[in-house]
Nanobody, 126 residues
């Protein structure tokens, strides 16, 4: 099982990036797919998740109104469209997958996720 994140890069404040995460090795159609990020010297934090195949999307306050998660279950892929980027969005972004047995109240937690991608660097310059 492998999650491959891509799409990171360097962008100016106010710009946009679209991250992709492609899964292989099994189908994640019913899984919760999440995005987390980790800035230098900080703990990994929840950004957004697509709960149980896309039943609902849950956003961290920092992502609301600027980030949009989407998924293509046929392609076993999840995407993160990030608009109006700020320097404080600079971090390594990780995609992750949690089995459908995880309940909604847990999906902001790192421990809810069984599979993780390798991360993609997003750098936002002022």
């Amino acid at each position: 099982v492998q999650l491959q994140a891509s799409g990171g890069g360097l962008v100016q404040a106010g710009g946009s990036l679209r991250l992709s995460c492609e899964a292989s090795g099994r189908t994640f159609r019913t899984y919760t797919m999440g995005w987390f990020r980790q800035a230098p010297g900080k703990e990994r934090e929840f950004v957004v998740a697509s709960f149980r195949g896309g039943v609902s999307n849950i956003y961290a306050n920092s992502a609301k109104g600027r980030f949009t998660i989407s998924r293509d279950n046929a392609k076993n892929a999840v995407y993160l469209q990030m608009n109006s980027l700020k320097p404080e969005d600079t971090a390594v972004y990780y995609c992750a997958a949690a089995p459908s047995s995880r309940i909604l109240s847990t999906i902001r937690e790192i421990d809810a996720y069984d599979y993780w991608g390798q991360g993609t660097q997003v750098t936002v310059s002022a």
